[in-house]
């Protein structure tokens, strides 16, 4: 299957500050990145779709001043959770898609995830 | 309501046994359906694609697509205690790649 990299594994920031989470596909390149939220005990929900080149789809309910996303590369994408506070701690989950890679098909290939702690 | 549902568990199995999972989707224009793993603390990790109706076989798994009836399903067999995790059925809508995921069927296979 397709590899699909975060980082930072775990980060703990104070409240009030920024955090960046990268997601690189390591071996394809995506034209579309999607990023996902996961609350303990909860299935996953989506936050919004990147596409290169272009601006972030956001979902309903999702802050775009707040999770701003960019998607400058075919490789990389990067959200950004500003002005962080104890109810953005969640863990947050890139995934990329294959379907620009040669032979690929529409599947999404997930990272390990980015589990944030906001005190 | 939600689009894509499944049981939420657990599903107690035991070892050796043959696990199955069931997921429906609401929406008739959905094209491709995917089964995820989910370990605990850790991101899902594609088990299964399936596209169309019929059965399709990757070693211990069995993906099983009726659209008609808007059903799908996951057979594992040979249950094995690593296998005890959270399964997520997923599909991807008209508009995109978009997935919508259920919310994950736990299955516990006890030795």
């Known amino acids: 299957g397709a590899v699909v990299s975060q980082h930072p594994s775990r980060v703990i920031c104070k409240s009030g500050t920024s955090v960046k989470i990268e997601c690189r596909s390591l071996?394809?390149?995506?034209?579309?990145m999607f990023w996902y939220r996961q609350f303990p005990k909860q299935s996953l929900m989506l936050m919004a779709t990147s596409n290169e080149g272009s601006k972030a789809t956001y979902e309903q309910g999702v802050e775009k001043d707040k999770f701003l996303i960019n998607h400058a590369s075919l490789t990389l994408s990067t959200l950004t959770v500003t002005s962080a506070h104890p109810e953005d701690s969640s863990f947050y989950i890139c995934s990329a898609d294959t379907s620009g890679r040669a032979g690929g098909t529409d599947t999404q290939y997930f990272g390990p995830g980015t589990r944030l702690t906001v005190l | 309501q939600k689009e894509v549902e499944q049981n939420s568990g657990p599903l107690s199995v035991p070892e050796g046994a043959i696990a199955s999972l069931n997921c429906t989707y609401s929406d008739r224009g959905s094209q491709s359906f995917f089964w995820y793993r989910q370990y605990s603390g850790k991101s899902p990790e594609l088990i299964m694609s399936i596209y169309s109706n019929g059965d399709k076989e990757d070693g211990r798994f069995t993906a099983q697509l009726n659209k008609a009836s808007q059903y799908v399903s996951l057979l594992i067999r040979d249950s094995q205690p690593s296998d005890s995790a959270t399964y997520l059925c997923a599909a991807a809508g008209r508009a995109g790649n978009k997935l919508t995921f259920g919310g994950g069927t736990r299955v516990l296979v006890k030795p």
């Open positions: 071996d394809f390149q995506a034209t579309t």
